[in-house]
C-alpha cells in the first residue's frame, strides 16, 4: 500500500515511527506500507520507491526540517505535485485542525478522494464541517474515508457505533471524551487541591496545553460530540448548536460535597434524540456509582451508545498521547486494507 503522509508535526512522526517499528506485525497482516511522501509545510520528501523510514528518522534526530534530507527531501516536494503524480493509495492527513473553515486539511482530503485515493485523517476540522459531503464523495469515487482519530484518538468511539451499532437507531450519544478535563477534576478529587492547581500540574505533565481554553471550557468535547452526532446519528449540526459549559469555575468545596454524597464530577458531552428532536449539551454532571462514567479516571475516556434494538454499548479506556493517537490512524489504515468500507 503506496502512502503520503500531508502533515509532519508530533502525531506525523509518531506514526512514521509507529509503522517502521511494526513492519513484521504489519508484514503477517499482509500489509506492506510504502511510504513515497512526507510532506510538511515548506516541502518535504518524495521517493517513488518508498521512503527509508529507519534512515528518514536518524536524520530527523538532528534536524527538523525535512526538506533538508538528504537523499530525497526538497522544497519543491507538495501536495499538488502529489495529486498530479496519482503514485499513492492512501493519503493521510494530520495537518493541524482549522474549526473555522477546515483547511488546509478541507482541500487535500476533499481532492484526494475526488481523484479516487482513500483518506485516513486525525483532523477534526473538516469532520466538523462537512462530513457527510466528504463522504458522498467517497462514496461517489469508490474510496474510504477513515476518521476514528477525530472523536477520541485510541477509544474507538466512532469505528463501535458504526460497526457495533450496524441496524440500529442510535437514541442518545453520552461521553468523557477529554482526558485533561478528566485529569483535572480526578486531581481536584484526590488531593483537594483548587482548579488552577491542578490545572498547571497538567500542564507541567504535558497533559494540558498551555492555552487551554479548549479544553477546559468544553470545546474540545463539544467538537468530537458533534462529529459523532453527524456521523452516527446522521445529522449535520453544527457547534452553535450545542449548549456549551466548561469546568473553570469548579471550586473544592463544590467537588468535596459531591464526594460526600458518593457522586464523582465529570464533564459529560450528550445528545439525546426525542422525537426526532436533537439536544446537544456539555457541561459538568454529577454521576453516581451505578453509572458507567463512574469508574472513568484519569486521562481515560469513554462513550456511551443507547439503541433501540441493541441495547446499550459502553466502551471505556483509550490511551491518551501521540503514540496512541498514530496507533488510530493505523488502525484505520489496516481497516481499509482489510477491505472495511467506513463509507457507503
Known sequence: MRVAIIGY?????????LINGKKDYLYK???QIQVNYIIGRNGGVYNLE??????????????????????WGNEEVSFEKMILNRDVDVVIELTPTNKETGEPGMTHI???LECGINVVTANKGPILLSYKELKNIAVKNGVQLGIGCTTGGALPSINGGMMDLAGANILSIEGVLNGTTNFIINEMENNKITYLEALKKAQKLGIAETNPTLDVEGWDTATKLLILTNVLMNEE?????????????????????????GNKYKLVGKTLKNNGEIRMTVKLEKLDSTHPFYVVDGKNKAVRYVSDVLGDLTIIGGASGVIPASASVLRDLINISRGYRFCR
Open 9 to 17: 508535526g508530533g502525531v506525523g512522526r509518531a506514526f512514521v515511527q
Open 29 to 31: 497482516e499482509g500489509l
Open 50 to 71: 518508498g521512503i527509508d523510514l529507519q534512515d528518514f528518522m536518524e536524520f530527523g534526530l538532528k534536524q527538523r526540517n525535512i526538506t533538508k534530507y538528504p537523499k
Open 110 to 112: 476533499k481532492r484526494s
Open 237 to 261: 449540526k453544527s457547534l452553535e448548536d450545542i449548549s456549551v459549559e466548561g469546568i473553570t469555575k469548579i471550586t473544592p468545596e463544590e467537588i468535596k460535597n459531591c464526594l460526600a454524597e
